[in-house]
């Protein structure tokens, strides 16, 4: 027996419409989970990114903290800087004070304690 190939029919049977009815059901289900599945997915990422967006003002605001203390902070230093060079500067200037007379080991220097019986 020889058997032909059927040509296939320009005008499909109900048949061939109701699978292909149900395939294109099947397909436009797969998209509307694959659709709510990214919706969530960028409600997840939109939430990230607000985070993110939240995290970045903070630590722009602490930089900006920071760099006020330590601004204050150097100029503390380089006040108390100069005025330890002007300190420096008045005591070259004075005339030195009297060094206590060198003693011996033991002993002190006469007149320091007054008189003794």
Do not use: C, Y
């Not at 058997?3 to 061939?16: F, G, I």
């Not at 100069?82 to 003693?103: F, H, R």
Request: no cysteine; aromatic share 2%; hydrophobic share 35%.
């Amino acid at each position: 027996m020889n058997e032909q190939p059927r040509a296939r029919r320009s005008n499909p049977t109900k048949a061939d419409l109701e699978v292909m009815l149900a395939e294109l059901k099947d397909e436009l289900e797969e998209a509307h989970q694959k659709e709510a599945k990214l919706q969530a997915q960028v409600v997840e990422l939109e939430t990230g990114l607000q985070q993110h967006k939240d995290l970045l003002e903070q630590a722009t605001q602490m930089i900006a903290q920071l760099s006020e203390a330590n601004e204050a902070i150097t100029q503390e230093v380089e006040a108390l800087r100069q005025g330890n060079e002007e300190l420096k500067a008045s005591q070259q200037l004075a005339p030195a004070t009297p060094a206590l007379p060198k003693t011996q080991p033991g002993r002190f220097p006469e007149g320091v304690f007054g008189w003794v019986d």
